[in-house]
């Protein structure tokens, strides 16, 4: 017994086949979408890519852009398939590719789901990735002098004043590395030479951070130096007083902003997903439709239209047994091929 069998008239043809066409042109412009919010991704990862530990993080906008693509020839495909089948003439063409593309379509949209997976998982792997990152290039921030780490001050200040965040995991980060290049060191002062000294690695360390990360709604001045000092400034107390420097950690910033895009992008990704599967299972009807005419010379006739001929347990049965069948017939090709070679031998 056919799945979902449903009767058809000419009347109820044209207007599937017409509903499918504007829907498939939807999902074309779904498919330019998902392009674009994996190209816009993209570029987003590749701004603060000085700040990411591995290029992996690419893989998942790379996946979304070949899946928009991908989505765009296929529903202009199926599009051109739902137009022609208005005329049964122009139909006739597509029956023998039509059941390869419909099954090119269900992988399509299994690829679709772990698309799906792969934005909403994708925020364990950044967390990883951005921890690293940060913390490799806070100790580059002072190379402003270096090739190929001379930009890395302005992306982290950049990127601080952008996200209104401080340091790695919070603004106490930036007490533990040395963030003022030697250049800009007076080492003939006292106090410099303590610090260093004071230091086993031998290192310039101080309470203070950049001035990007002072908060600018701050009504008072803004303190980035001896910030645990409460003696070096006049009424402050660090531990109680609102500090006027960013207490967020960059990390928790960038994973709150990728981690919304990719919630946003996994979302419409679903929704692709629903849209195709509901224009495979029109083309399904149409294909059967059109397949079951009363009269096939008139095409005013009747017929019958279902999404699978054969009830679902019967239907994964059938298709278990042929591939049974394929695999025994493989073992006999190459049992025939051994007795053949023993023969010559």
């Known amino acids: 017994m056919a799945l979902m069998k449903v009767k058809f008239d000419l009347k109820k043809r044209v207007k599937l086949a017409q509903m499918l066409w504007l829907m498939y042109w939807f999902s074309v412009m779904a498919g330019v979408l998902v392009f674009s919010m994996g190209l816009f991704f993209k570029i987003e990862l590749r701004k603060r890519s000085e700040l990411m530990d591995n290029n992996e993080s690419h893989f998942v906008p790379n996946i979304l852009i070949g899946v928009g693509l ?22 006739a063409k597509w029956k023998s590719i039509l059941k390869p593309f419909l099954i090119c379509c269900l992988f399509f949209n299994f690829l679709l789901i772990i698309t799906a997976a792969l934005c909403f ?36 200040d950049l990127m601080q004043i952008e996200f209104r965040c401080c340091g790695n995991n919070n603004y106490k980060d930036w007490f533990e590395i040395q963030w003022v290049s030697n250049r800009y060191l007076d080492f003939s002062s006292k106090e410099v030479k303590d610090r260093i000294s004071s230091n086993v690695d031998g290192k310039y360390l101080m309470d203070g951070v950049p001035f990007s990360c002072c908060n600018p709604s701050s009504p008072r001045p803004c303190i980035q130096q001896q910030i645990t000092n409460n003696s070096a400034h006049y009424s402050y107390d660090h531990y109680t007083e609102e500090l006027n420097i960013w207490k967020r950690g960059c990390r928790d910033a960038l994973i709150a902003y990728y981690g919304g895009m990719m919630n946003t992008i996994g979302i419409l990704v679903l929704v692709v997903t629903l849209l195709q ?11 059967t439709s059109l397949s079951t005419l009363v009269n096939p010379e008139d095409p005013e006739s009747e017929s019958e239209g279902w999404i699978l001929e054969k009830t679902v347990k019967e239907t994964f049965t059938d298709i278990m047994a042929k591939m049974k069948a394929m695999g025994k017939g493989n073992q006999v090709d190459e049992g025939a091929n051994e007795e053949a070679a023993a023969t010559d031998s």
């Open 277 to 287: 599967s509901a224009v495979m299972i029109g083309l399904q009807y149409i294909n």
């Open 121 to 156: 998982a994708m925020r364990i792997p950044l967390e990883y990735t951005l921890a690293e990152g940060l913390k490799n290039g806070m100790k580059f921030y002072k190379d402003t002098d270096t090739p190929g780490r001379c930009y890395m001050k302005r992306t982290l």
């Open 70 to 91: 991908l989505a765009c020839c296929l529903n202009a495909f199926g599009g051109k398939i739902c137009y022609d089948s208005l005329d049964s003439t122009k139909f």
